[in-house]
């Protein structure tokens, strides 16, 4: 168990070994958002949770490997979104100390050919599921609407359902259950959940 | 050096692109059904590993026999 529940700025800057200005920028874009931010007259004191420690260290990760800003909420709203829900069925889940439990499962963000976002999630070596699909280009210009990314990506990349992987050819060994073409970046949340040196 | 409190706008890379979650309705309608179908499964995955895996004891450091 993690037996801090509080930090403020500067702990969390120390914490992450970053400066605090990063932090700062990405409370302002509303990326993290302080789970115990308190107003005080004409200023603000923002104190961090354990989990926003870990959305800290996921969008640092991120954004070194320059996804924009906007991305990283998207997906840091995913996981602050799949974490209620996840809570709503099982009293008392924090997503930090399940991650960081024996046997957690692996959940992994996935950026395909630098415009579509997954997740994975998979136990062990064992067979992984992919979800998502969706491609962040197209939001961004307006040419598909959300309602049809849902429709015609989620859908079409069988949200949820078991990926398989097929014989191996050169084409499937790069790009990875989602089938990327190009590039592909794979980001472990649990792990960086793990590594996270909250129990100090 | 003053330390600056934000980065740099003029880097495209931290442009917003209008479609953050925190300001576009149907962008955050879109990644809650996202969010929807993977905490089913991580729902799931921790009621496989309640099965699979044996009561772990306490007093032996965690460890299953």
């Known amino acids: ?200 | 050096m003053r330390a600056k409190a934000v980065e740099p706008a003029r880097n495209p890379d931290v442009s917003n692109q209008g479609w953050n979650p925190a300001t576009n309705p149907a962008v955050r309608e879109l990644l809650d059904h996202l969010a929807d179908e993977l905490a089913k499964e991580y729902i799931r995955l921790m009621k496989q590993a309640e099965k699979v895996t044996p009561a772990i004891d306490p007093n032996d450091g965690g460890h299953r026999k």
């Not at chain 1, 959305?55 to 602050?80: C, G, M, N, Q, S």
């Open chain 1, 1 to 200: 168990m993690t037996a801090r529940q509080e930090w403020t700025l500067s702990e969390a800057a120390r914490f992450l070994a970053e400066p605090q200005h990063r932090l700062i920028y990405l409370c302002e874009k509303g990326v993290v958002v302080p789970d115990f931010a308190i107003a005080k007259g004409r200023g603000s004191s923002r104190r961090f949770s354990a989990r926003n420690l870990l959305e800290f260290a996921v969008v640092l990760k991120l954004r070194e490997l320059t996804l924009p800003v906007d991305t990283v909420a998207a997906i840091i709203h995913v996981l602050r979104a799949f974490e209620t829900k996840v809570a709503d069925e099982i009293k008392g889940f924090d997503l930090i100390h399940s991650l960081r439990g024996k046997n957690a499962p692996d959940l992994r963000i996935i950026i395909s050919d630098g415009r579509l976002l997954y997740f994975s999630l998979g136990v062990g070596a064992g067979d992984r599921k992919l979800f998502g699909g969706i491609d962040f280009h197209n939001l961004a210009t307006g040419k598909i609407k959300p309602t049809t990314i849902r429709k015609e990506k989620i859908a079409s990349n069988e949200i949820g359902k078991e990926v398989t992987r097929k014989p191996a050819s050169p084409a499937l060994e790069f790009g990875g259950p989602e089938g990327s073409k190009h590039a592909r970046i794979e980001i472990s949340v649990t792990r960086i959940a793990k590594d996270l040196p909250l129990d100090g």
